[in-house]
């Protein structure tokens, strides 16, 4: 009976067992939904740092234009489902290494910094997104570095 309730419970859920249920796609739109988070952190949703998501999505996972334009319609729909960033950043930490969490606070960075300043609601979102991810403050800030050198 129990294992039953919890089954059900699972299946109602959507939790998986096992890193290997976990998809690409699913993967993708976590980013996408992330990078999302990030362009409506300060309230407003700049046109160009939707665009600039849309740029970096289709160079981090080798998209066409039409195809990271999906990606970012989905990763809308995703955050706006969303009650917390919970279960982007699960993912995130099921299938990323240090080194791809580091290149994804990269990414975020550039995109805090697309409309040409930092928010402080962006700034905080990128600490708590390194605290949830378990990424020390040094690597933080050497991400906040490496995208403004970019710049």
Known sequence: MFAQL????DQQLGNRSGD????????QRAVAA?????????????????????KMLAQRFSLTSEQSAT????????????????????????QFD???KRGLLVMLWRLAYADGQLDKYEDALMHKL?????????????????ALQEK
């Open 130 to 146: 390194a605290e949830l991810m378990y990424v020390p403050i040094v690597d933080l800030m050497r991400a906040k570095d490496l």
């Open 71 to 94: 990606l970012l319609k989905e990763g809308m729909a995703e955050s706006e489902r969303a009650a917390s960033l919970y279960r982007f950043v699960k993912l995130i930490n099921q």
């Open 6 to 9: 919890v089954k059900f419970l």
């Open 34 to 54: 992330l990078c999302v988070e990030m362009a409506r952190a300060d309230m407003e949703e700049h046109p160009n740092e939707l665009a600039r998501a849309q």
């Open 20 to 27: 290997a249920a976990i998809s690409a796609e699913e993967l």
């Open 98 to 100: 240090a080194d791809a």
